[in-house]
């Protein structure tokens, strides 16, 4: 062994390829029978006139459409579905209701798929998850030896020395631990969601849930009912007694309940749906597979139920121990048996439900074992499971579940006078299953995220709502109520009440939402049976008892804390099975009563869900412009800028550069940001929001200007014409447009909008940068309108009409050639492209592209705003101190310039060339300078890079200290990879710095 | 001057409709897609199912200003209304901002008129033509209310969203503005918003109405609807 490594972690990876492969062999391509099918019975689930196969682990299995994995399993005869999280023991079946993580499994490339909740499909490919080589021989289930090393917050302890072996834990830990994986190879599949609206929400479908959604519907409230299963009754649809001898309260409840729904229009019912969190102002999530909900609602009725609480015993999760309530949907959902001979661990009048129903299908009772004195129990079976020989134990429970990877026996131990493990009680008792039926934990995770407050009744030992916010309410065992007369009665009031509060009739004031509930103690207070062994809290993350202890010794003693240290509640069952046991350990460990240990507090999700359902539908909106389909039909290189797709370039961009250079070129400008500004108080507005002065810009005249923001940073730049008196239209960057329109209207209902109006018309105008010495033939053989450059000058705006279609050509452009910016409606755009393009190619004009944009602007060195500036860059560094104007009135960011221009700059965006004209800088690439320590210093940074065809050397834009980019030619330093390569500080434009050809 | 073909505007969902093997027609001076698959099955569709439809044609004028529903009141003899209301195809959707919906073509007598009369009053109102920003695609069908619901927070009922109601809202993550529209009882909604989005939304709209069978529904069949 070396340092650190743990010896069972050597084990692991000293077993051979041989071995290996000896163990993965263990598996036959039999087809496995179902000998635990029971014959039909009324109420099952699942259609038994077909079959379909599935396989688990490479095995083929049948079973029955309506059955899940887990039934089909479980009437196949399998027991281990799964091994738990950290230790890698065995895991089977314990609540089937998709409440524990005892059934997840990998089903083709979905990982943690719930077997109990999951219907079988055809060919469905189930693997078991986190197993290794096999589920059955899992090597990592070693790990139980060294758990000594992974003790409750084994992550701050252990592990951590020597940090140099921390990469191989890692591994190590990562491959030993987690749940299932994902394969990110598999398509995303096809999410969605899906927007509703009502007046009620009521969640869960149980007796109670059904009352409260005919009770709210009665009063003229649409309705809608969640349930998380695929049919609507919730207990009901597996609590019915099976002994025709015996009373049947509740058989007649659900068909009648049923009818009562389909007969109310205003009720929409979602099975398969799980309620996965509250928000404020009553707004649900729901997620039904693939489709995630979002519900507002007026009132919501929560009657989500109870989850039945585990007892905590040695070896408590060993295969074959089962909550009662887990065994009767095996029997009655789908005609399952889940053991052939039991124990019945209780409590409760449940427990001898769940015996009374396992001896009529024939399985062997081996023993109830009910914890009360024998006058305790009213069991309605308790004469007649004793008449017909069912052993039971009174004042006893039990202390061990005897088995390696599966129930073979059972220990039980009788108790004395104060309730503790008399000495040298114990028997071993034969089983193939435990069933334990101790009480119930509330599932009131939705009230307490809508606000709602319960407290814990230690009569009954179970905590019961005392307030409920506006608007919620609580029906069923939610509320603590279990006797099915009761709850269809409370929950029909408190669904009419919800309606009321929707606006629907008027409250009755005497009719309370839940009244005084006197019912007999369903719930133990005895959570824990001591012992020797295992005995797990929190089954999700593999918590024992004595971790809680441990942990609460350390310190963390409060219930919150305990919960984020042991990470006890916080898996796939987000506390259903753990929260309330933990509660009571922690209670008892800190000498306090539950009531004051409190509660962890409740946030959604409450049930899983697939980060797909949360994505929703796989598409981002994309914009396109008016003339998109041509730049693909002409081969069009699109790129994303933005949410805009634009062409990149149409196969070449340095030789679209050239041409437009030595010819001309047309580019597709559309997305250029485009406002229009009427009003008197416009000329102000631009004073205030540009750096630069606009009141004395005249009509036909355009003037670029910089915006920035308090802080003196470049938000954006453009051009803004003078049109009319009172009309103005500014562009802005492309990206930036929406940002900017934003930037202006805050401003606008800010106090700044005295006579001003901003309208949008991005999307109103297609725009087309013609560029090139050609440029002005071109559009001469397209318009009436005198293009002299007497008559239209550069930076002018005019009207005119270009191939029969009104625009607005303004001379501007971004490349230092003659230009013209041809705004036209958008429905013409095709129009007018195709016009300047079927004139432009006679005289060598082509389409050009933003790469070869990106060359033009840099010969000119014009900056990129969000390119060559960031979130800390002013104009005066920016190298566009020229568009700043210190001494106008007040402008957004002057106050931060007047400081930055007192102080000088530290650091300046400036031109340079390389001295190897053949190597071009990555942009991004830092500039470095030696310390005196010989170490290299970053001292700026490449924001442009470019090799030029015009000037056929590499030019760029980067940010230097300002001394050193004050100095035209100053040689400085590029880091590139390991090399250092020269470049020097080059001031003005590289190309036409004099700025004649656009003037031409 | 040198332009041999006659002006002719296209939608942004024009590619799309090409791509459809639309058969094409023109309605003043847009081209726009007549038929898509067939006249009775794009019927049916629309008044049993769900259909789309590429309305971008119509006219589209923003009227803002304080004095705005002053002018409208006077222009055109128009009761007040309130924000998200509408009538005749004038909805208000903020206190000082009116959204104008015209037949094809009629936009620019619609702006001129306004635009004189608020000059006469003297009243500080701008008139803009956004016909050309705006791609307007018209959901019809039963299932429309089903339909919207999935891309967009907003509750469709009709005691929520009456006909005649406009409101702004993010619709499939773009901000878009929905006007409820029937046709003869028959549920409807224009969708109204950025023409660079309306390929988007359209694609949106037929991913999200697969499951209901949704069918693009040409000029032809709006017509035999009453459109
Ligand atoms: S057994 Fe499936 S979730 Fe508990
Ligand atoms: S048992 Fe699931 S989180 Fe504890």
Redesign the pocket.
Known sequence: MRDGVSPHFAIIYQVSGAVIGELMQTEQDTLKTTPNRLHPKQGEVIDRSTTIRFTFDGVKYIAHPGDTV?SALTAAGVKVLSRSFKYHRPRG???????????LVQIGDEPNV????RSVEAGMDVRAQNVWPSLNRDLLSLTQLGSRLMPVGFYYKTFIRPKKLWPLYEHTLRHAAGLGEVDIDTPSGKFDKQYLHTDVVVVGSGPAGISAALGAAEGGAQVLLFDENSALGGHLRFTVPLHSSLPSQVSKDLPELLEALSQQPNVTAFTDTSVLGWYQDNWLCAAKGARLFKIRTKSVVVATGAYETPLIFDNNDLPGVMLGS?AQRLLHLFGVLPGRQVVIVTANEDGWDVAADLQALGVNVAAIVDEREHNACSSPYRDGLANIGVPVFYRHTIREAIGSSAVSGAKIVRLDGRGEIAPATTQVLQCDLIVTSMGWTPATELLYMAGGKSEYSADRAETVPVSTPPGIYVAGRAAGIHAVDSQITEAWQAGSNAATFAGFGEFDELAAQASDISEPRRTSERVCVPGKKKRFVCYCEDVTDEDVETAIAEGYDSIELLKRYSTISMGPCQGAMCSMNTIHLCARANGRTVQETGTTTARPPIAPVTLGALAGQNVEPVQTTPIHQWHLDHGANMMVAGLWLRPNHYGDPAAEAVCVRKQGGLIDVSPLGKLQLTGPGVPKLLERIYTNQWHNLRVGRVRYGVMCNDEGVVLNDGVCAHLKDETWYMTTTSTGATAVFEWLQWWLQSGWGEGVHLTDLTDTYAAFNLAGPQSRTVLEKLTARNLANKAFPYMRIRSAKIADVPCQLLRIGFTGELAYEVHCPSGYALHVWEALMDVGRELGIAPFGLEAQRILRLEKGHIIVGQDTDAMSDPLSANMAWAVKLNKPDFLGKPSLMRISAEGPKQLLVGFKMVDPDVVPAEGLQVVAPEVDGRLKIIGWVTSSRFSPTLEEAIGLCWLPADLASQNGASFTIRMGGDLKAAHVHHGAFYDPSGERLRM | MNTSKTPIKLTPLYSIAQRLGATFTEQRGWRIPEVYTTLKAEIAAAQEGLALADETPNGKLLLEGDQAESVLMDTLKLGALKVNEGHDGIYRLRNDLFFISTPPGREANARKKLTTASAAAEQFVTVTDITHGRAEIRVIGPDSQELLSKVCGLDFHPSAFPNETAKQSSLAKTTQLIIRRDIGGVPAFSIIGAQSLGAYIWDTMVEAGREFEILPTGRAALAALGV
């Open positions: 887990a079946l314990l609540c089937c209701a998709g409440h524990c993580p005892n059934c719930r077997a109990c909740m887990a």
